[in-house]
């Protein structure tokens, strides 16, 4: 199988890519630009000792280091191939006393009149969505806490178009 798709399951695939993310390289190249222009500034003082020399040679350091450390680490994000969304994923707990609702409610699909379910930070039970932020795509999973770790507690489901996006909305109302 290909390093750029993810298999969802045994016959649904869909293709997720690193892309370059030429908004936030364009932020750290205009922090560096900012930074440089500070340093220059810097070196054209004639006194070098006064506190807006040590300012702007301190904002410059700053900005240029930020810039190239954020360039570094946050140059690239997942994308879904086929509509260029960004993928977005997360994690929801919930208590087991819903495990039984929400894995009928994911096999039936049937999220716009269902009641929406609580979600807790201190539930034993996790939901695992990745989606895309257009809502073209989305796949979730749900885990068990076992003692140190979580286990699969359900298969792997995978929505498209409205079925992703009902799904999100439902997703959405929960929350609230």
């Given amino acids: 199988m290909d390093s750029n798709k993810k298999e969802l399951s045994s016959n649904?695939?869909?293709?997720i890519i690193k892309k370059m993310n030429v908004k936030a390289l364009l932020i750290y190249s205009i922090l560096i630009v900012i930074g440089v222009l500070c340093l220059v500034a810097y070196s054209t003082q004639e006194n070098k000792t006064t506190n807006m020399s040590m300012f702007y040679m301190s904002i410059?350091?700053?900005?240029?280091?930020?810039?190239l450390i954020l360039m570094l680490a946050k140059n690239r994000?997942?994308?879904y191939a086929p509509t260029g969304s960004p993928v977005k994923k997360?994690?929801?707990f919930f208590h087991r006393e819903d495990m039984e609702?929400?894995?009928?409610?994911?096999?039936?699909k049937t999220f716009p009149n269902a009641s929406p379910i609580t979600f807790s930070p201190n539930a034993s039970m996790r939901m695992n969505i990745i989606h895309s932020a257009d809502k073209k795509i989305a796949s979730v999973q749900l885990f068990e806490y076992i003692p140190h770790s979580y286990e699969p507690a359900s298969k792997l489901f995978y929505y498209t178009d409205s079925e992703a996006s009902d799904f999100?909305?439902?997703?959405?109302?929960?929350?609230?």
């Fill in 12 to 15: 649904v695939q869909f293709e």
């Fill in 168 to 176: 999100l909305n439902y997703i959405k109302d929960c929350k609230s």
């Fill in 77 to 79: 994000h997942d994308v």
């Fill in 101 to 108: 609702k929400l894995i009928n409610l994911l096999n039936n």
């Fill in 60 to 67: 410059g350091a700053i900005f240029i280091a930020t810039g």
């Fill in 90 to 92: 997360f994690a929801h």
